[in-house]
Structures are given as structure tokens and as C-alpha cells.
Nanobody, 125 residues
Framework: VQLQASGGGLVQAGDSLRLSCAASGRTSSGFTTAWFRQAPGKEREFVAAIFRSGASTHYTDSVKGRFTISRDRAKNTMYLQMNNLKPEDTAVYYC???????????????????WGQGTQVTVSS
């Protein structure tokens, strides 16, 4: 699966952004799709995921209530709606997908086979 992330930008604290991740190639109903982010000097961290094409959604605590992950199957595109952005949300955001995710590995970057190229999100205070 090839993934193409887009939608990043420079915004002020409190603003909103919507990231998109377009998928091409072979996908199946069992795919888990996720967003991760990596700030300078930090490890890549889990942000949100749709587990097995909609069985459940999961978020890291710091974005709960502010970010919403969704997926449009007809367009084969995943979204991350980010509201009330904070400076600590500044990072490169990556989308990822895998058909072999189990719940216990959902938040682990190395569990995902396919990655998009990343899109920069910068939130100024």
C-alpha cells in the first residue's frame, strides 16, 4: 500500500487543521490505519488509529477530545481533524497502515509496514 499524507501547515495555537492520507494499492477490510508524529529530537509517537477498518478508534491521551480520526472508504482516504492545536502538537505527522496489527501492538511504530512521507505541522504560541 502506498500512502500520501498532506494537509500540514503553520497555524496559531487554538487553530484547526485537517490532515489527509490517501492510500493506493491493495487494501483490505482488515487494515488498521494510524497517525504517528515525531517532534525534533524525540521518538515517533502514536497519535490515533482506526483498528481493522473501523472496529474501534484509539487516541493517545494528549489529543483526546481535540483530534478525530476518520476514514472515507470510497475515497480510500484517512483523515485527522485536529482542533484546538497546541504548540506541543508541533511535529511531522505520518500516516501508517498494516493488515497485521493486533490490539496490543496498535501504538507501536514498528508494527506498521506501510508509511506515508510525513507532513509538517507547526503550531505557534
Amino acid at each position: 500500500v502506498q500512502l500520501q499524507a498532506s494537509g500540514g501547515g503553520l497555524v496559531q495555537a487554538g487553530d484547526s487543521l485537517r490532515l489527509s492520507c490517501a492510500a493506493s494499492g491493495r487494501t483490505s477490510s482488515g487494515f488498521t490505519t494510524a497517525w504517528f508524529r515525531q517532534a525534533p529530537g524525540k521518538e515517533r509517537e502514536f497519535v490515533a488509529a482506526i483498528f481493522r477498518s473501523g472496529a474501534s478508534t484509539h487516541y493517545t491521551d494528549s489529543v483526546k477530545g481535540r483530534f478525530t480520526i476518520s476514514r472515507d472508504r470510497a475515497k480510500n482516504t484517512m483523515y485527522l481533524q485536529m482542533n484546538n492545536l497546541k504548540p506541543e502538537d508541533t511535529a511531522v505527522y505520518y500516516c501508517a497502515a498494516s493488515s497485521r496489527i493486533i490490539l496490543s501492538s496498535l501504538r507501536i511504530p514498528s508494527a506498521y509496514y506501510d508509511w506515508g512521507q510525513g507532513t509538517q505541522v507547526t503550531v505557534s504560541s
